[in-house]
Structure formats: C-alpha cells, structure tokens
C-alpha cells in the first residue's frame, strides 16, 4: 500500500523557471512531511519540511505548500537552476512509538540551461 | 564535522550467503535507522535504533537483524541471502527518535548485488 504517491516520475523545466513537484499522501494521521534531494552516488540530502499544522513553509528558493483537505503537499523552487537537477523524495512520518518515514517513488527533475 | 558513514561502498554476494554492512552515525546523534532502497522506488524503513534499543522494524522478514553499539554506531546483517535482496541499502542518523520532527541525515549507502 504506497501511502505517499509521486504520480509523476520526471518532470523538466527551463532554467529561472518556477519547478512544481507533487506529492498525494493517503493516511490522515502524518505528523510531518520533508522534501529530500538525491544526486546520484550520493544520499539523499534533507530539504525542507512542514508540520501538518502548518500550510506554507519557506526557505530560501525552496517552499512547502500542505492542502490537508486534498492530502497533498508541493514543492516549489523558484528560481530553478541547473544544479537543482536530482531525483526528489516526498516522505511522511507519523510521530510516536513505533514510527516510521514513508518515502514516494520520487520525481527527476531536470533544469535546462 | 563527518557526515554520516557506511561501509563498504559496494559489495557482491551469492544466495545463501550472510552480508553485514556497517554505519557511523553523525557526532552526537544517537538514532540509526536503516532503509533499503531497490531501483525506481523510494527508500523503504527496516529498522530505527535510539539508545542501543530497537525502537522501529519496517515489513522485512526476520532475515534481517541490525544493532546499535554504546558509541551509537550500528550494524545491519542480513541472512540467507535472495536475489531481490540486491538494492542501496542506506543508513540515516537524527539527533532524537521519530517522536519529533528532526531531519534524518543520509549517507551515500552500500550498494548489495547477489548474484
């Protein structure tokens, strides 16, 4: 049962362009979603990440929208740059005894010069 | 400061064989936890140690075993050995549990072949 869903598996946008990354979750009761980067041969690197009580978190180029109502959460990163290009992981943890962080497939993003 | 470190980089194996991989969690962190991650999917939860005490197990069968040292470095075996064992495995350390929000850092992984 995939409980956190990246729908689309790549996504490709022009350098100083908005990129956009999605991320469906099913289970309501996430305490926590965190965006990773993964550059290959490497681990991935934490981004950034947002509380369930939260809708919006910024850093930098980098900013979490949460829309608890659809189970969704965004990544945007505006501007894009060519050293942005990585495979980005959506994960959700559910805090307490016992827990766990649930990774999606991930998303490729590529930034064109 | 050093990142978190695994060793070995690489390693092959055969069927029925045994495998241990080792980590070093971040200077000051006392949580290890340990994911697999097979090609075209997201890393997948094995185990969580805080303290020496296993405090997580992800849906793997009991073939996998890990433990976590007094210097909070840990180790996770894996017996009997089957081709769909063949994946990154990774291991992450955090400051707390998964009681609180603190990012788990990665390091680059080992990667298992069995052949």
């Known amino acids: 049962d995939q409980q956190v869903k990246q729908n689309s598996p790549s996504l490709s946008v022009q350098e100083g362009r908005i990129s956009i990354l999605n991320c469906d979750y099913t289970?309501?009761?996430?305490?926590?979603f965190l965006w990773y980067k993964k550059y290959p041969a490497e681990g991935p690197t934490f981004l950034i990440s947002?509380?369930?009580?939260?809708d919006k978190n910024e850093d930098g180029r980098f900013t979490v929208f949460l829309n608890k109502s659809a189970k969704h959460l965004s990544l945007h990163i505006v501007p894009s740059q060519p050293g942005d290009s990585a495979v980005y992981f959506c994960?959700?943890?559910?805090?307490?005894?016992?827990?766990?962080?649930?990774f999606g497939k991930g998303i490729t993003l590529s930034v064109r010069p | 400061d050093a990142g978190v470190t695994q060793s070995p980089t690489h390693l092959i194996k055969t069927r029925g064989q045994q495998v241990t991989l080792r980590c070093s969690p971040i200077?000051?962190?006392?949580?290890v936890s340990w994911y697999q991650q097979v090609l075209g999917q997201g890393p997948q939860f094995i185990f969580q140690?805080?303290?020496?005490?296993?405090?997580g197990r992800g849906n793997f069968p009991d073939r996998f075993s890990a433990r976590q040292f007094p210097n909070y470095s840990s180790e996770l075996n894996v017996n009997a050995l089957l081709l769909g064992d063949s994946a990154l495995y990774l291991c992450?350390?955090?400051?707390?549990?998964?009681?609180?929000?603190?990012?788990?850092?990665f390091g680059d992984g080992t990667r298992l072949s069995i052949l």
């Open positions: 992450a350390s955090s400051l707390d549990t998964f009681y609180s929000n603190q990012p788990q850092h």
């Open positions: 289970n309501s009761m996430f305490d926590y």
């Open positions: 947002i509380s369930s009580i939260k």
């Open positions: 994960a959700a943890l559910r805090a307490g005894a016992n827990s766990k962080l649930t």
């Open positions: 200077s000051g962190h006392k949580s």
């Open positions: 140690y805080y303290e020496k005490e296993e405090r």
